[in-house]
C-alpha cells in the first residue's frame, strides 16, 4: 500500500506558485521523499526527492517539515504545461530492494 | 540521457494468448519495475527486481509473470491474456538509491 496522502485535485492560476502537499505520518527514519509528475499518455517522470533538508531544483522545491510527516512541492510560477498528475512516493526498503508504491496523485490544472 | 525502451507502444493481444512485454534500460541500474495503470487506480507494481534472476511480487502480482535473465532487460508475461488485463503497463529502472525512470508505456488491449 502508498505510504502517502495526497489531495485529488487542484486548481492554479497560470503564473501563480503551485503548492502540492502530502501526508507522509509512519515514514521511516532512512526514507526519502520522491515526487514525480506524468503528463497524459506519458510515463512518469521524476522531479525532486529529498531527506530532511528543503531541496530545490530548476524544476521545483521541496519543503519538508522537521518532523517528516508531510512534505510540499512548489512550482514557483506555473505554467500550462505543468497540468499533470502529481506523486509523491516514500521509498521502501525491502531485504536491499528499493521497492516504488506510487499513490492516487494529484491531478494538478493549471488554468490561463 | 537515460533511456527505458518498452518493446511496443500498442499492442492488441486475443483471450488465451501468452503475451510478452518487453523493458530494455541502458543505464546499468540494478532495479527494475513493472507497474499497470488503470483510469482511477493509479499506478499499480506487479513485480520489481533488484538484481538478475531476481524478482519480487508487487501488490497485483495474480496472472503475471516476469523474467530477468539479463541485467538490462526485464520482460512481463501474460501466461493467459484476459479482458481484465487490458490497461497501460509502464516499465521502470533506477539504481538502488535515487529516481526512477519510466518509460514510454504500453498499450495493451485484449480482445
Known sequence: DAKTTQPTSMDCAEGRAANLPCNH?????NEYVYWYRQIHSQGPQYII???KNNETNEMASLIITEDRKSSTLILPHATLRDTAVYYCIVRDNYQGAQKLVFGQGTRLTINP | DVKVTQSSRYL???TGEKVFLECVQDMDHENM????????LGLRL????YDVKMKEKGDIPEGYSVSREKKERFSLILE???TNQTSMYLCASSLWTGSAFFGQGTRLTVV
Open chain 1, 25 to 29: 505520518s509512519t515514514i521511516s527514519g
Open chain 1, 49 to 51: 526527492h529529498g531527506l
Open chain 2, 12 to 14: 492488441v493481444k486475443r
Open chain 2, 33 to 40: 519495475f513493472w507497474y499497470r495503470q488503470d483510469p482511477g
Open chain 2, 46 to 49: 506487479i513485480y520489481f527486481s
Open chain 2, 80 to 82: 493467459s491474456a484476459s
